[in-house]
């Protein structure tokens, strides 16, 4: 490969977006000020959902504000020091979800999202608008145009957006399944095929396997471009220690009958030389002895540091990310 690298990158929120700050900053580090033309992030849109009129886009806004340096990190969602006025008075008129909060500067992006997209804007084309406030360094791609908001289902039958399940319930109903309705109708967004069939190295982000990166690869049409892909693909562990980092994937996993483990995360991703989308995995040191277990699986482990607690961490797992697909 000759000049930088061009990386396409699957993400979800909080995990999504540390990753894409550290596969930024490690192509930074490589004397690339500017990566956006290297850097394609491909983003769940699953968690998206429509709240007092507006639609909202949690993982898509949680990547772009944390590239622009806006996101409440504390948190992990919406943006630093926002205010709540417009959410109060949408309280006492009894709109919207009592238990999901919309800060006054995050909904400045919904109402101008909404618009654009009454306009006729397809959320590829308000994304690329939305792109250029910032220098966010990545060009961000939603997974698809359609609506396929994830509805967790029940086991007495009864269907909920995942955001009430997440917010309200905090995910202690337990799950029967996850549905994306119409997603098997749904097309990749433009660019998403592509920008993998011409990437160098292809990166699964330590998002939650079945709510984040499970829609994505649902979506007709990506599983198979990964396979097809030239460039390898490399995987990074949600699970450190047999545990979740953060969120509550392991309730999703146990729903899919998933153990909560680094080997398990790889077997359900598959290698890609047996159907699968991963060359290689990598784990935290803490889940060294799951090595082997992986190797079996066809996949190549590679025990790495992956807790990203800083900037400084976020980077060397990126670049560990980029140099485990040989780029
Ligand atoms: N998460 C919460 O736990 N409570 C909230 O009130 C809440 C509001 C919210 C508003 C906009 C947004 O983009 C995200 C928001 N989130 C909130 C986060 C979100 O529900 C989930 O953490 C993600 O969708 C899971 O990746």
Known sequence: MTGAPRVVVLAGGV?????????RSALRARGLDDPTAHLTVVVNTGDDL????????????????ALAGVNDAERGWGRAGDTERVNGELGEWGAGW?????????????????GWLREGLTPTQVLERMSHRWRL?????????????????????????FQE????????????RFENPGIGDALPAPGVTEAIA????????????????????????????????????????????????RGMADVCLTAIGVETSAAAVASLYGARAAGGVLDAWLIAEEDAPAAAEVAGLGIRPLVRPLWMTDASRRTALGEAALAAAGV
């Not at 800060?103 to 919904?110: E, P, V």
């Not at 399940?165 to 029967?176: D, N, Q, S």
């Open 15 to 23: 995990g999504g977006s540390k990753f894409v700050l550290g596969v």
């Open 50 to 65: 429509w709240l007092s009129g507006v639609r909202l886009q949690p993982d898509v806004d949680s990547i772009t504000y």
């Open 98 to 114: 009592p238990w999901f909060t919309l800060g006054d500067l995050d909904l400045g992006t919904h109402l101008a999202r909404t």
């Open 137 to 161: 360094g990545a060009r961000l791609l939603p997974m698809t145009d359609a609506e396929v908001d994830t509805v967790v289902v029940l086991r007495d039958g009864t269907r909920l957006h």
């Open 165 to 176: 399940w997440w917010t309200r319930h905090r995910a202690t109903l337990a799950p029967a």
């Open 198 to 245: 011409a990437a160098d190295a292809v990166l699964i982000a330590p998002s939650n396997p079945v709510v984040s990166i499970g829609p994505i690869l649902a979506v007709p049409g990506v599983r198979e471009a990964l396979r097809s892909a030239s460039a390898p693909v490399v995987g990074v562990s949600p699970i450190i220690g047999g545990k979740v980092v």
